[in-house]
C-alpha cells in the first residue's frame, strides 16, 4: 500500500554552501562581497522532500485544508495515475486539498501538489483536472523552484547554518516563490507541455487546460491584479497558441472528458467570480499556476510579473483560508490505482 501524507523522517543533511547568493527577497540575509568565493549550491533528492516539507506545511497553515478524506483520495488517485507516468514516479507524492476559496494550485518540491477547494469547484471534468495536476507535477519533475534557489545569485551566510537551520532558510525561499507563483515563462510554458504530455499518457483529453485557461482569462479580463501570463492578452494567447502546437506536434490524441466521475466527487459550490470581474457566466478565475516573476533569466517574463502581481492585493493568492491546518492522511493501493484508470474513458 502507499501512503499519501506530509511529514517525513529524512537524515541527509544538506552540503554546505559557500556565500553568494542574492535577490530572493532577502531572505537568506546580506548578499557578500563580490570578491568572495562562490560555489554553486546543490540540493539532494532527500533534501528536495524536506524543503518541500517545509513549503507544503506553510501552504497548509496560510489556507487550511479541506477535512473530507473522500475528496482527498478522489485527488490522490487521479495525481497518482499521473505521477507514475512521470519522469520521477517513485517520489513520496503528496496531494492535498486547500480550503480556500482562492483559485490556485501550488507544486511544492519533492513531490507535494497541492490545489485549492475553489479551483476544484469550478472546473467541469477530471481532464481539467489532470492537466492541472499534471502541470503542477511538471514543476516538481523538472525541479523549476530547487533550480531557481541552485541557480540565484546571492544565498548568503548559508556556510554558518546547521542542516535543519538551512532547510528552514530554504524552506521560506521556496515558499515565496510558489506562492507568488514565481516562475519564468520558459518554466511555465514547459510545464504546460509535461502536464498535457502526462495526461494525455493517462488516456485525459490534453485540450483540457487549454479550455481552463480560456475560462479564467475570460472572468479575469477586468481584474487590475493580473499577473504572469495573464498580464496581457497577448501572452494567454501566445500560451494557448503553445498548448494547440504542442497537441499537434506531439500527436496528443486522447479524448476522455471524465465529467461524470468528477461532479460525482467534487460537489463543492462554484466560486462567484471578485468583484468587477468579467462575466460570472464564464467561470473562472486567475489561477496560481499562471504567475511569473523575476526568478530565473527570462527578462521579459520577468517584467512583466514586476508590473502585475507582485504588488497590491491579490485576490487568489491572499484569499481567506479555513481554521483547520491538519493533512488528511489517505492510502491508496495498486489496485485502486489501477481501478480508477480503467475509468478514464469516454
Known amino acids: ?4 501524507l506530509i511529514g517525513f523522517a529524512m537524515s541527509s543533511a544538506i552540503a554546505a554552501a559557500a556565500p553568494a547568493y542574492a535577490q ?22 532527500a533534501d528536495e522532500i524536506k524543503v518541500g516539507t517545509d513549503v507544503s506545511a506553510q501552504l497548509r497553515e496560510k489556507y487550511g485544508v479541506v477535512q473530507d ?8 488517485l487521479a495525481g497518482s495515475v499521473l505521477a507514475a507516468k512521470s519522469s520521477r514516479p517513485n517520489l513520496p507524492w503528496t496531494f492535498i486539498v486547500l ?10 518540491p519533492g513531490g507535494f501538489i497541492h490545489i485549492t477547494r475553489g479551483a476544484l469547484s469550478i472546473l467541469k471534468n477530471e481532464a481539467e483536472l489532470a492537466d492541472i495536476l499534471g502541470h503542477e507535477i511538471s514543476h516538481v519533475t523538472q525541479k523549476h523552484a530547487i533550480h531557481a534557489i ?23 525561499a521556496v515558499y515565496k516563490i510558489v506562492l507568488e507563483g514565481a516562475y519564468n515563462r520558459t518554466d511555465e510554458m514547459n510545464a504546460d507541455k509535461g502536464g498535457i504530455a502526462l495526461a494525455d499518457a493517462a488516456g485525459y483529453a490534453p485540450t483540457g487546460l487549454a479550455d481552463f485557461l480560456t ?7 477586468n481584474q487590475p491584479d493580473r499577473n504572469g501570463l495573464f498580464a496581457s492578452h497577448p501572452d494567454m494567447q501566445a500560451r494557448l497558441d503553445g498548448l494547440t ?20 466527487n467534487i460537489t463543492f459550490a462554484p466560486i462567484p467570480p471578485p468583484a468587477g470581474s468579467g462575466d460570472a457566466a464564464t467561470s473562472g478565475s486567475k489561477f496560481g499556476m499562471t504567475g ?35 493533512a488528511v492522511v489517505v492510502t491508496v493501493t495498486a489496485a485502486e490505482i489501477a481501478d480508477f484508470s480503467k475509468g478514464i474513458s469516454g
Open 24 to 45: 530572493i527577497g532577502g531572505i537568506m540575509g546580506k548578499a557578500t562581497k563580490a570578491a568572495e568565493a562562490v560555489q554553486q549550491l546543490k540540493i539532494s533528492e
Open 1 to 4: 500500500m502507499k501512503r499519501f
Open 292 to 326: 511569473m516573476s523575476s526568478v530565473g533569466t527570462d527578462k521579459k517574463s520577468n517584467q512583466s510579473m514586476s508590473a502585475g502581481g507582485s504588488r497590491g492585493v491579490n485576490t487568489e493568492r491572499d484569499a481567506k483560508g479555513g481554521p483547520n491546518k491538519e
Open 215 to 221: 475560462r479564467l482569462d475570460a472572468r479575469n479580463k
Open 69 to 76: 478524506k473522500a475528496v482527498h483520495k478522489y485527488v490522490t
Open 99 to 108: 480550503d480556500t476559496d482562492g483559485i490556485n494550485a501550488f507544486a511544492a
Open 245 to 264: 502546437k504542442e497537441i499537434k506536434s506531439q500527436k496528443l490524441a486522447a479524448t476522455a472528458m471524465v465529467a461524470a466521475r468528477y461532479t460525482k
Open 150 to 172: 541552485e541557480k540565484s545569485n546571492g544565498v548568503s551566510a548559508l556556510g554558518s547554518l546547521s542542516g535543519q537551520e538551512l532547510i528552514k532558510q530554504l524552506g521560506d
